[in-house]
């Protein structure tokens, strides 16, 4: 008898919730954060009623609540390949390629994400997942010796293992295989009190980067953050301390903005955890922090590039000294960018979902003449365009999360070369282009209104 699969946006749903309820019990600030995110979501939505139209034109007032993403580190090709295999069968896919290695963070990364338009719609979760990069250790000693505890672990629980392999085998999993998928690669994520090194090998290891033992020294890639969306991260920034939370100094990302882009960043330092070494002495190490976030309109290559020269130019300024200045500054450098959905669409900065509206509907079925053309089209309302948001991530934004949490001491660059072809080759696939997908998503919603318009 074949059986009953569930859908991979099934799974993932069920795995994004339930991780969500482990970072409750694991970081209890986790679940203040939330608490703090759902009041200015729901402030929010009612002051600014034209955002409350745009999210459910946009298909995702709903997903809103259950929006996280996650991130991860792993050490070894095969453990992401493995990754790989799993989120699959979520429904989750490797999207984009990032460098952390220029900002002193020896890792590159992907964001294994839902691709399609329905999926992204149900339950986006996204999980940021970073291979360190072991040829970046300089002392060869520490190298191998960080190579050879790698090699000794195995992050999956066997009956993940099955169940990866009964997944790819049915193409799918049934609902009991499911739940106990879950289950499984819950534990892949679980923070572990037991270090698998002594305390000599951590501080060597430490000495090199936190980053490094943060990998190395442990049984599995604990979950060290669960980022919730808001809609207003300014309110929520000047809100964290009210609830009990220190943030980051500034949020990352663009400046606010009247149509958002691209992606804004805060994050704060959540739990000191005690770790017990391999010869059972107590220690203290620092994995896990909490993160909010607020996503806007996605970029075009061109939008993208803009974006990144204004950015160049803003870090070229002196360092503000509060988050205020820096915001200011910040929109200053960034006024040249057009601050209007239709400009950004006209001028081919940012990507937009097109849909026949109810009014263009009624007039169709009146069979009322209608023009040709895109602009005509929405200037007389017979369709209209809502931004495409940006489901991804942004480098130099991790990249100032990643040292806020590590304690904020500034890392040189390293020297290497960045190196898309090594990670593909550790994923075992290219990574998925973003702007591809974006642009998709774009062009398949102006076929549906070409179809409907009989253009
Ligand atoms: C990942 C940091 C990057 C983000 O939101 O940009 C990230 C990490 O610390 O492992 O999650
Ligand atoms: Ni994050």
Same mark, same amino acid.
């Given at each position: 008898m074949t059986p009953t699969l569930v859908s991979q946006d099934d799974i993932r749903t069920a795995f994004s919730e339930a991780m969500s309820t482990?970072?409750?019990?694991?970081?209890?600030?986790?679940?203040?954060?939330?608490?703090?995110?759902?009041?200015?979501?729901?402030?929010?939505?009612?002051?600014?009623?034209?955002?409350?139209?745009?999210?459910?034109?946009?298909?995702?007032?709903?997903?809103?609540?259950? /929006? =996280?993403? &996650?991130?991860?580190?792993?050490?070894? $090709? %095969?453990?992401?390949?493995?990754?790989?295999r799993v989120f699959a069968l979520m429904g989750m896919f490797p999207v984009g390629y990032y460098d952390l290695s220029q900002a002193g963070v020896p890792v590159h990364s992907t964001a294994f994400r839902p691709v399609d338009e329905a999926a992204l719609a149900r339950n986006p979760f996204r999980v940021f997942t970073s291979l360190l990069r072991l040829e970046l250790i300089e002392d060869d000693d520490l190298r191998r010796q960080a190579a050879s505890i790698l090699a000794q672990r195995d992050i999956f629980t066997p009956g993940a293992w099955e169940l990866i392999a009964l997944? /790819? =085998?049915? &193409?799918?999993?049934?609902?009991?295989? $499911? %739940?106990?998928?879950?289950?499984?690669?819950?534990?892949?994520?679980?923070?572990?009190?037991?270090?698998?090194?002594?305390?000599?090998?951590?501080?060597?290891?430490?000495?090199?980067?936190?980053?490094?033992?943060?990998?190395?020294?442990?049984?599995?890639?604990?979950?060290?953050?669960?980022?919730?969306?808001?809609?207003?991260?300014?309110?929520?920034?000047a809100a964290m301390p009210d609830y009990g939370i220190a943030p980051k100094a500034v949020i990352e990302g663009p400046p606010p903005r009247r149509c958002p882009i691209l992606l804004r960043q805060t994050s704060f330092k959540a739990l000191e955890e005690s770790v017990r070494f391999a010869e059972l002495a107590e220690g203290r190490h620092t994995a896990r922090f909490g993160e909010i976030e607020q996503r806007g309109v996605a970029l075009t290559p061109e939008g993208r590039e803009r974006y990144d020269t204004l950015l160049a130019h803003a870090r070229e300024l002196p360092k503000a000294p509060d988050n205020a200045t820096h915001q200011r500054q910040l929109g200053e450098v960034f006024a040249s960018l057009p601050d209007d959905y239709d400009t950004l669409r006209r001028e081919g900065l940012a990507y937009f979902r097109y849909a026949v509206t109810e009014r263009?509907?009624?007039?169709?079925?009146?069979?009322?003449?209608?023009?040709?053309?895109?602009?005509?089209?929405i200037d007389q309302g017979w369709i209209a365009a809502t931004p495409i948001t940006y489901e991804d991530f942004l480098p130099v934004s991790a990249a100032g999360i990643?040292?806020?949490?590590?304690?904020?001491?500034?890392?040189?660059?390293?020297?290497?070369?960045?190196?898309?072809?090594?990670?593909?080759?550790?994923?075992?696939?290219?990574?998925?282009?973003?702007?591809?997908?974006?642009?998709?998503?774009?062009?398949?919603?102006?076929?549906?209104?070409?179809?409907?318009?009989?253009?």
């Open positions: 482990m970072y409750r019990q694991e970081v209890p600030q986790y679940a203040t954060l939330l608490e703090l995110v759902a009041d200015i979501n729901r402030r929010t939505l009612i002051a600014d009623t034209d955002l409350a139209e745009r999210l459910a034109a946009g298909s995702e007032t709903e997903r809103l609540g259950v /929006e =996280r993403h &996650g991130a991860i580190r792993v050490g070894t $090709a %095969e453990e992401l390949a493995t990754l790989k997944g /790819e =085998r049915q &193409g799918g999993l049934d609902r009991d295989q $499911a %739940e106990r998928f879950v289950a499984e690669i819950l534990e892949t994520f679980r923070w572990h009190q037991d270090a698998t090194v002594d305390h000599d090998t951590y501080q060597a290891l430490h000495d090199a980067h936190r980053l490094i033992a943060d990998v190395v020294c442990f049984r599995g890639p604990h979950i060290n953050h669960l980022t919730p969306r808001t809609l207003d991260i300014d309110a929520a920034q263009g509907r009624e007039r169709l079925a009146a069979q009322e003449s209608h023009p040709r053309d895109v602009d005509s089209l990643f040292q806020s949490n590590l304690g904020d001491t500034q890392h040189q660059a390293y020297a290497s070369e960045s190196n898309r072809s090594a990670f593909e080759l550790a994923l075992g696939r290219p990574v998925l282009d973003e702007f591809a997908l974006y642009a998709e998503l774009e062009t398949d919603s102006l076929d549906r209104v070409r179809q409907q318009l009989g253009l």
